[in-house]
């Protein structure tokens, strides 16, 4: 999930201060955001509440199911349009993508209401840890389910490097190595580490990424076909 944290409060003023905005309407998100208490109920209600203290009007609030699903946002949006043209302004409580959906889907000037930190695993209520780059060529099968490019500080494909010391991590000096961990996983898994992992494909991760399932499958059934014919032929 993408992991958020509550943006300075003083910034969101200064974007409304910035528009003249007096009128806000709030939108929070039902997936992410609500599992890492950013951007569900309670925290519209509590950043409602702020800016009533700071002299906005709130004209409504709303959380969709997932606010980067463009086809669902625009259906709550939709829901909510009176509340929304009474307000000078949208602010969300979401990650960037949520935010850059909620903007597409309205035509007030929308604002972030929260800052997106990094893809995360939940490992406990509240408790977050990017394991995860989404770096679009996967090295988990040669590291033992364990990411060298997120958990290792300086990204190494191969290590450990020069300042492991007693297993432990030179730059994160409370953690293991991550490649003293991989390691071991290998050996206890009776796994050979690789003498080298290759250098990754960094175009693979281009910007911006898109990916259409529907492409991909028309492509995949155009080969099945291209190679049913060529069989026949
Ligand atoms: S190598 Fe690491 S960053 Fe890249 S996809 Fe795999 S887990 Fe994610
Ligand atoms: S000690 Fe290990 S985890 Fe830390 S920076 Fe060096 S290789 Fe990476």
Redesign the pocket.
Known sequence: MIITKPRDFSRIIANLEGIGAKRVFLMGCGQCATVAKTGGEPELEAMAAQLRDAGYEVTGWAVGEVACHLGGTKLETRKRVGDIAAADAVLVLSCGAGVQTVADSVDRPVFPGLESVFLGNVIRAGVFEERCQTCGDCVLDLTAGIC?VT??????LN???????DG?????TD??????RIRRRLAEQGRVAAKVVPPKDFSAKLKPGSLSLREERRRDARKRHDVTQGGRS
Do not use: N, S
């Open positions: 060298p958990t290792c500080p300086k990204g190494l290590g450990p490097c020069g300042g492991m010391w432990m991590c030179e730059v994160l953690r293991e190595c991550a490649h003293v």
